[in-house]
Antibody, heavy 119, light 109 residues
Framework: QITLKESGPTLVKPTQTLTLTCTFS??????????VGWIRQPPGKALEWLAL???????RYSPSLKSRLTITKDTSKNQVVLKMTNMDPVDTATYYC???????????WGQGTLVTVSS | QTVVTQEPSLTVSPGGTVTLTCASS?????????PNWFQQKPGQAPRALIY???NKHSWTPARFSGSLLGGKAALTLSGVQPEDEAEYYC?????????FGTGTKVTVL
C-alpha cells in the first residue's frame, strides 16, 4: 500500500524559505522509474506542478519557479524535501506530494498541507 | 510559458455523456505528450483517472475514457453518475516539464 504525507510549517513570513517534507511508504527509490513530485494549489485555483525527483537523482523543475526551488531525496528515510525561497503571499496554497512510476505520474497523492504566507 | 486550456465548466444530466477537452498553447496534443486526467472533489486530494492518453488505473470506473480528439486530449464520461460531479484536470508532459490544465468543473444536474 502506497502512502505519502506532507509535513512542514503552516505559516511562513514573506521572504522566508519554505521547507516541506514528504514521507512515504509502500515504494522505494531503489526501484527503477520511481519518482516523487510536488504540486500546489492556491485556494480556489488550479493545480500547479512544481518539481520532480527520480530514482536516478534526475531532477526536474517548473520553468517559472526553477530559480526558487530545490528538491532533494533521502533514500534511507523514504523522504523527499522541497525548499522554496523568497516566499510571497501569492505562494499561499495547499502543497501536495505525489508518487510517480514510469509513465504514470502522480498515481498516488498525499493529503496535502496548507501553507499560508503572511506577516 | 506553456498554457493548457480546458473548458471552465460543463453541465450534464445523470445518465448522460460529456466530453472534456485539453488544449495546448504549443499546438496539437498527441500521444507523445502522455496526457493524464485527474478528478478532484472539494476538500480532497486529486485522484488519478487516466494516464498516457487512454490507460485507466485499476480504480478508474469503466464509464471514464480518454482519447485524442481534434488535436486535443479528451476525457469522456458516459452514463454519468451524481458522484462524478467534481473538478477535472488534465496533465501534459513537455519533455521533462509537466503542466496541468486550467480545470473543468463538471456539474451533474
Amino acid at each position: 500500500q502506497i502512502t505519502l504525507k506532507e509535513s512542514g510549517p503552516t505559516l511562513v513570513k514573506p521572504t522566508q524559505t519554505l521547507t516541506l517534507t514528504c514521507t512515504f511508504s509502500g515504494f522505494s527509490f531503489s526501484t527503477s522509474g520511481v519518482g516523487v513530485g510536488w504540486i500546489r494549489q492556491p485556494p480556489g485555483k488550479a493545480l500547479e506542478w512544481l518539481a520532480l525527483t527520480y530514482w536516478d537523482d534526475d531532477k526536474r523543475y517548473s520553468p517559472s519557479l526553477k530559480s526558487r526551488l530545490t528538491i532533494t531525496k533521502d533514500t534511507s528515510k523514504n523522504q523527499v524535501v522541497l525548499k522554496m525561497t523568497n516566499m510571497d503571499p501569492v505562494d499561499t496554497a495547499t502543497y501536495y506530494c505525489a508518487h510517480v512510476i514510469g509513465g504514470r505520474p502522480f498515481e498516488y497523492w498525499g493529503q496535502g498541507t496548507l501553507v499560508t504566507v503572511s506577516s | 510559458q506553456t498554457v493548457v486550456t480546458q473548458e471552465p465548466s460543463l453541465t450534464v444530466s445523470p445518465g448522460g455523456t460529456v466530453t472534456l477537452t485539453c488544449a495546448s498553447s504549443t499546438g496539437a496534443v498527441t500521444a507523445a505528450y502522455y496526457p493524464n486526467w485527474f478528478q478532484q472533489k472539494p476538500g480532497q486530494a486529486p485522484r488519478a483517472l487516466i494516464y498516457s492518453t487512454s490507460n485507466k488505473h485499476s480504480w478508474t470506473p469503466a464509464r471514464f475514457s480518454g482519447s485524442l480528439l481534434g488535436g486535443k486530449a479528451a476525457l469522456t464520461l458516459s452514463g454519468v453518475q451524481p458522484e462524478d460531479e467534481a473538478e477535472y484536470y488534465c496533465l501534459i508532459y513537455y519533455g521533462g516539464a509537466l503542466v496541468f490544465g486550467t480545470g473543468t468543473k463538471v456539474t451533474v444536474l
